[in-house]
């Protein structure tokens, strides 16, 4: 069992690909009873589609604290719980306890040291985690030297100890991602004395924003020309870091609505803007990566490059870092957002991208200050009827043409937990898109007639679409959750458009009518005291 982000490093995604499919075969040759998983984090944790669908900040360094110390929840949801999702879906299939095997090491570092003696973490005995999991770590006594020496016994064919699926080739590619990640050089025995350290490579998410001010390993990879094309989600991750402290590129509106009806009017959310800004950028990426590959194969059949295996693996395309499934979350999502200006604006940026051909390169910014994070106070909105009607979800169109387009279906529309009319959907486990219909509809179906179509829709009516058409699956039991992110999404869009304000005098105006209390530092109260000092006002 492995985990894939969906952000990791391309160049170790595609080597682990290739080990895995190795094992795979080699399992299969031997009639093993073995199987290969892959866990996935959900669709809605998804980087791309939590960063830019939902606006979740990346996780820094900064923000990756929590009571002094240096937590990474990015982690937990995008591995830890992934596995231990797929974990429990093999124990109920196999009807039985699993035992994981960890590669943890006690000589790793004093920290690992510390927990795994905490833990009583051993090589040859079975541990139930805190978390009611089976565990045993087989290497837990190895030392850096006894890793690198069985390695190399694999890495020749004939010094192999016992046969194995893993090939000569996938050890020396291994070897070769180190020393790519460490300026070349990736030396087992370092230094004059013959110690023996770990490589300076460190490898992670292509994106990763905890691991500090530079991510060395990237920066060293993207130097070898066989690498190169990895230096535009290089210049991604710095954008992040950079912008992480940028208010201007945060949005006001809070999520959560207080007893009372009033909303936080606090920017800790990236702003409609800014998301699609990074949706821009990495589609812009992705476009380049393809015309990419498409040229080496050219070059690589006309003879002006050699042929040669790392060739030949770079006339494939690397990475694609928005897949249709996730720019239809991503659609969905935008399509709730306040700001949206018309229906589809995912898809259409998809379209202006890949279809009309505009290119947007991630910009050098400089760095931002890191800086007090303001609360403005709380804004009444009450239960979404206190200047503007909503309707959210539910979609009367859809209502009528229902029992004709869809006649199959038992009913013309869906209620709420809480009783609220909204558009027919399905529901599911999770957050679910269907892979195979979305690659149709925007690879085929999203043309030039759609995209000019679009923008004459409000934005709500494509987050209608998707779940009336089936593309969408809600989580079972959450439908109002959904209804209320509509709500609130439809009834900012409309204050704004009774207003006529633009974004930023909107943003203004929700400052400026904020609830505050004069007691407090910061002119704020929390949403306890809020319901209190409504009903006193």
């Known amino acids: 069992m492995s985990a894939d982000t969906t952000i990791e490093n391309p160049a170790v995604m595609w080597h682990l690909s290739s080990m895995l499919d190795e094992i795979a075969q080699g399992v299969a040759e031997e009639g093993l009873p073995l199987a290969v998983h892959i866990a996935r984090p959900s669709l809605a944790s998804q980087f791309v589609v939590s960063t830019i669908g939902r606006g979740t900040l990346p996780r820094t360094a900064q923000n990756g604290t929590w009571n002094g110390k ?51 973490e051993t090589a040859d005995a079975v541990l139930r985690s805190v978390d009611g999991n089976l565990t045993v770590s087989p290497i837990a006594d190895w030392q850096l030297d006894d890793v690198w020496t069985f390695l190399a016994l694999f890495g020749d ?47 992670g998410c292509a994106f990763c924003c905890v691991s500090g001010e530079r991510d060395r390993s990237m920066e060293s990879m993207v130097n070898e020309p066989h690498h190169a094309h990895l230096g535009g989600l290089n210049r991604f991750r710095n954008y992040l870091l950079a912008t992480q402290w940028d208010l201007g590129r945060r949005e006001l509106v809070g999520r959560k609505l207080s007893p009372s009806g009033h909303v936080r009017v606090r920017p800790d959310v990236l702003s409609y803007a800014e998301r699609i800004n990074l949706l821009r950028y990495l589609l812009t990426l992705d476009a380049l990566e393809a015309e990419r590959a498409e040229q080496h194969d050219a070059d690589l059949a006309s003879g002006m490059i050699p042929d040669t295996p790392t ?3 770079l006339c494939s395309v690397q990475f694609e870092m928005v897949s249709p499934r996730q720019l239809v979350a991503i659609d969905f999502f935008l399509s709730m957002h306040h700001y949206a200006p018309h229906a589809f604006p995912a898809l259409s940026i998809w379209y202006e991208v890949h279809r009309l051909g505009r ?10 200050r890191p800086v007090h994070i303001p609360t403005h106070g709380w804004f009444k909105v009450g239960a979404w009827d206190a200047d503007v009607p909503v309707d959210g979800l539910r979609d009367y ?86 209804q209320e992110m509509a709500k609130r999404g439809q009834y900012f869009a409309r204050l704004a458009e009774r207003l006529n304000f633009t974004p930023a005098e909107f943003d203004r105006y929700l400052i400026e009518q904020a609830v505050r209390c004069p007691g407090e530092p910061d002119g704020t109260v929390d949403a306890g005291q809020l319901d209190l000092f409504a009903m006193a006002a």
């Open 70 to 120: 240096r937590i990474r929840p990015c982690s937990t949801d995008w591995k830890v719980v992934p596995q231990n999702r797929l974990r429990a879906e093999l124990e109920r299939e196999v009807r039985g306890p699993i035992v994981t095997a960890l590669g943890n090491r006690l000589e790793e570092s004093a920290s690992r040291q510390a927990a795994m003696t905490d833990r009583g």
């Open 157 to 203: 064919g004939c010094a192999r100890p016992f046969p194995s699926p893993v090939s000569a080739g996938s050890i020396e590619r291994m070897l070769q991602l180190y020393r790519d990640g460490n300026e070349g050089t990736c030396g087992v025995v370092l230094g004059d004395a013959g110690s023996r350290a770990a490589c300076g490579s460190r490898f």
């Open 311 to 313: 060739n030949r693996d």
């Open 359 to 368: 290119r947007y390169p991630v910009p050098a910014v400089e760095r931002f």
């Open 397 to 482: 169109s859809a209502e009528s043409w229902n029992p004709y387009r869809h006649p199959e279906r038992a009913g013309r529309f869906a209620q709420t937990t809480a009783g609220e009319r909204i558009v027919w959907h399905d529901e599911g486990d999770h957050l679910a898109v269907d892979a195979e219909a979305a690659c149709g509809f925007v690879t085929c179906s999203f043309d030039h007639a759609w995209y000019a179509r679009a923008q004459h829709f409000h934005a709500i009516d494509s987050a209608r679409f998707w779940l009336n058409e089936a593309f969408v699956t809600l989580p079972r039991g959450q439908s109002q959750r959904y």
